[in-house]
T-cell receptor, first 113, second 112 residues
Framework: NAGVTQTPKFRILKIGQSMTLQCTQD?????MYWYRQDPGMGLKLIYY???????DKGEVPNGYNVSRSTTEDFPLRLELAAPSQTSVYFC????????????FGPGTRLTVT | DQQVKQNSPSLSVQEGRISILNCDYT??????FLWYKKYPAEGPTFLIS?????DKNEDGRFTVFLNKSAKHLSLHIVPSQPGDSAVYFC???????????FGAGTRLTVKP
């Protein structure tokens, strides 16, 4: 099992550009999450999904969009990149509603200049 | 609104001694608490957890203590090893576990 994989590892965007951060898990987990971590801060939830076709907003959803067409994939879309979106982005998954442990990917470091 | 706080950004201990990492929370609706460990350039990995119905949970060298009245939990590592050097995040969740809140992390350095 590869677990949770994220691509790319690093990216530099210009203001106003768009991009998609990819996230894939091979553990057949129902729940998937996107977090961002700013320097000196804890992880903050952007969006989450409880299954294919179902997504919902987290604590900091503005400026982002998600989709969940399959169990495995949960891409995060930035439409108009802004400097405030410079952060490290983590994707995570967990098995079901009973389990609490989340499994994290290695992260994507994004810089918007 | 930081509902989970780790007030010590860093902690340094000698190998073989005890490491104690602290975490405070403000939301009385949290009922499950977790500790994650993070190495540089990697994602957080789950370490240990505790339900609000318990006050202690042990797993090998790691013990988590929960004091609900004080809204405080702590992670004890005994004995500490150099490989334990990492950033430790405290996290808390309500009943549905879809809005987990994380502290800012404590960087632990264990010196040989």
């Amino acid at each position: 099992n590869a677990g949770v994989t994220q691509t790319p590892k690093f990216r530099i965007l210009k203001i106003g550009q768009s991009m998609t951060l990819q996230c894939t898990q091979d553990m057949n987990h129902n729940y998937m999450y996107w977090y961002r971590q700013d320097p000196g801060m804890g992880l903050k939830l952007i969006y989450y999904s409880v299954g294919a076709g179902i997504t919902d907003k987290g604590e900091v959803p503005n400026g982002y969009n998600v989709s969940r067409s399959t169990t495995e994939d949960f891409p995060l879309r930035l439409e108009l990149a802004a400097p405030s979106q410079t952060s490290v982005y983590f994707c995570a998954s967990r098995l079901d509603s009973i389990s609490y442990e989340q499994y994290f990917g290695p992260g994507t470091r994004l810089t918007v200049t | 609104d930081q509902q989970v706080k780790q007030n010590s950004p860093s902690l340094s201990v000698q190998e073989g001694r005890i490491s104690i990492l602290n975490c405070d929370y403000t939301n009385s609706m949290f009922d499950y608490f977790l500790w994650y460990k993070k190495y540089p350039a990697e994602g957080p990995t789950f370490l240990i957890s505790i339900s609000s119905i318990k006050d202690k949970n042990e797993d090998g060298r790691f013990t988590v203590f929960l004091n609900k009245s004080a809204k405080h939990l702590s992670l004890h590592i005994v004995p500490s090893q150099p490989g334990d050097s990492a950033v430790y995040f405290c996290a808390a969740s309500g009943y549905n576990n879809n809005d987990m809140r994380f502290g800012a992390g404590t960087r632990l350095t264990v010196k040989p």
